[in-house]
């Protein structure tokens, strides 16, 4: 397992991350999740990475088959009905200028999405998401990397958005003051409105039942499932947990097989630039060659 050390946060380097999309996916239910997978990573993920106006673009992929022991069960809190999802997808800006510019040449991408994809969301987050701690160096994951990291959907109880908001953030800065927990990110979206659906992808399904259109979603990282288990069962977990049922209805955790990432700070990784698996590859063997700008020139361009 990767070690890492508590005494560095890292949070800060997503901050140039201004305006941000959160988007459930779901495979379509004919197509077998290894070539669903491998399509989305090697595909999709270029495609979209070579958009212009990107800043940010990851992808997460979820695992169906791990234990349900992934988020503590609370009396008056009950999962999502039907909520099954193959991941979660941030689109990321620096600026609105570069959001629409994005939005005005992405028809190609979102046509993509009918090959693979039977439902997704895409949730607004016009301010961003917050980093609250990410204390795992990696700033470009292209991996399943051996940390345990889960997402947990959480479903507003009331219309006060405000109110479950404000209990959410100081949830999350609570969970990132305990050593336990690796990473915290929290996305706060808009509420999402069926009668604007989005993306605006062909052949695909992009509404959602009532309960799913306020909700708020944390990424949190800990460094093996013994650790997660361990925290979630203590005390000072209760603790920070307290009066959640005063805000939360639903609350469905899944588990992350991997974490891909595409764009960075505006920049292509070497995922975004090959596709995630011959990224794997190139870095396996150590292929420098593959990575030098005489080649990343030929592959943008078509030309030496």
């Known amino acids: 397992m990767p070690k890492v050390s508590t005494d560095h ?26 070539l669903f997978a491998t399509y989305w990573r090697d595909v999709h993920g270029p495609l979209c990475s070579r958009v212009p106006g990107l800043c940010w673009y990851v ?13 503590p069960s609370v009396e008056g809190i009950t999962p999502f009905p039907d909520y099954e999802l193959d991941g979660g997808v941030e ?34 987050l016009p301010n961003g998401s917050r980093t609250l701690v990410d204390r795992i160096p990696d700033p ?7 940390f345990d990291r889960i997402h947990v959907h959480l479903g507003a109880a009331t219309d006060d958005l405000d109110a479950f908001g404000t209990f959410l953030t100081d949830f999350a800065e609570k969970l990132a003051a305990e050593t ?8 706060l ?24 259109a306020a909700v708020g979603i944390l990424e949190l990282a800990f460094e093996t499932p013994l650790t997660r288990r361990a925290f979630l ?17 639903h609350a469905t955790a ?14 292509l990784t070497l995922a975004g630039l090959r596709g995630s698996r011959p990224a794997q590859l190139i870095e396996r063997l150590g292929a420098n060659n593959q990575a030098a700008d005489d080649v990343r020139q030929l592959i943008l361009t078509g030309q030496l």
């Open 9 to 34: 946060d890292y949070a800060a380097r997503d901050k140039s991350i201004g305006i941000n999309t959160y988007t459930t996916v779901l495979r379509r239910p004919r197509v077998p999740h290894e």
């Open 59 to 71: 992808q997460t992929h979820f695992d169906r088959a791990q234990d349900a022991h992934l988020w």
């Open 91 to 124: 689109i990321g800006f620096a600026s609105a200028e570069d959001q629409t510019t994005f939005n005005d040449a992405s028809s190609i991408l979102f046509a993509d999405e009918q090959n693979m994809f039977a439902a997704t969301v895409a949730y607004a």
């Open 140 to 146: 470009i994951p292209n991996a399943g990397d051996g």
């Open 180 to 187: 336990a927990v690796l990473k915290v990110r929290l996305h």
């Open 189 to 212: 979206p808009e509420r999402y409105d069926n009668a604007k659906p989005a993306p605006p992808a062909p052949n695909v399904d992009h509404l959602v039942p009532p309960e799913r």
């Open 233 to 249: 069962e203590s005390d000072a977990f209760a603790a920070i947990a307290q009066g959640q049922q005063q805000h939360v209805r």
């Open 254 to 267: 899944f588990a992350v097989s991997g974490v891909y990432t595409y764009v960075r700070d505006k920049t």
